[in-house]
């Protein structure tokens, strides 16, 4: 009897423990309730360099327009699991999206996230054009695209090879509300690119034999981010200026585990790069800021109403071509500071007639903050649009985008653009601007012709 009550009581440890340890050990399945963006099976070295991921893939052509000259949208066929997170990818100068980054598409796509590939409006547009293109087809991605209700719009990066990655890189310093940015041997003419506003998740990758964007510069680029910011950079044994426009699979083995810890949050991909790289195989040179962690994933959103017509952003591009065939140096980007708080939306609707503005705060740091005014039809269609706003001691407008700024003092106004001036009945456009002083802005008035 003694010998079976102190085998019954050993048993009844070991069953305690393992429930203990059962209790406390992470599982895929439990960080996967975790976190509502975590899809897929549990990744592995050679998972992440496949030539595909996990997920069925389709393909569909973007018309000119939208304040960007098309392209391609691709995206995961499952409609199961949520929304996905996006990326824009913009090509350099010279170039077109269809023939030098397309190959990146249905690979991405086939990871979980939706892509946008980028046609500009010229082949010489520099890399604030470019910028200003690539936020134009995010926000078509998730405001007025086919594919819309399968975006999550609260998830978006940018990225872009050559003059298309400074520009990625000068969109995230526009908007501070994405996720991460990649720029794929990022360089422009005209002096260097200032990083040191960009406080976001940033990746770049470059060429050790590229003579255009040399290992030097992106050095410089790399010195100028923050000490703060989430960064890595790999360079490319034997890569030259063009590498990247062609298929291979060891940018996607470094592309994959960063997007999917910046853009789908999931902790199981940062340790494929931190503290170094889980497969080192053809990098010549990797500094990081291990290690990297990945942002709390916010309750899943669904994607804008699809009566929103077709926003662009970013003011017009002032700046001269940016040749991704020699550039040295980049010019300094419009930016805007560095948000330290999350956003705050706040609203304040003010209906005349069948027009409503709505305010809400994107991002606010010290001195000056991002502001958003969602201009929505009621019964009747809008034919142009024009919201004043009344602004508070401090505070002044310096930059709006999707609409033309006028007036000055503590009263000013915005129009709409050329592009989104006809609002469907129901319907809503935004437009976008950078603000000195505190939010938020209290007093808004719409009126509709």
Known sequence: MRRTWVKAAMAAVIVGLALIVAAVAPTGRASAADNPYQ??????????????????TAQLTVAPGNGFNGGFIYYPTDTSLGTWGAVAIVPGYSALFANEEAWMGPRLASFGFVVIGVETLSRSDGADARATEALAALDYLT?????????????????????????????ALRRPSLKTVVGLAPGAPGGGLNLADLHMPTLILSGQNDPTVTPSYVSGLWNSLPTTTQRAWMEIAGADHLYF???NNTEIRLLVPWLKTFLDYDARYPRFLCPTLADSTGISNYRNSCPLVPPVGPTP????????????????PTSSPTPSTSPTTSPTPTTSPTPTTSPTPTSSPTPVGACQATYRTVNPWPGGFQGEVTVAAGSQPLNGWTVRLTLATGQTVTQVWNGVLSGSGSAVSVRNATYNGSVPAGGSTTFGFLANGTPPITLLVCTSP
């Open 39 to 56: 899809r897929g099976p549990d990744p592995t070295v050679a998972s992440i360099a496949a030539t595909y991921g996990p997920f069925a």
């Open 301 to 316: 959103t669904t994607s804008p109403s699809s009566a929103s017509p077709t926003p662009t952003t970013s003011p017009t």
């Open 245 to 247: 426009t062609r298929s």
């Open 143 to 171: 405001q007025s695209s086919p594919v819309r209700s399968r975006v999550d719009p609260t998830r978006l990066a940018v990225m872009g090879h050559s003059a298309g990655g400074a520009g990625a890189l000068t969109a």
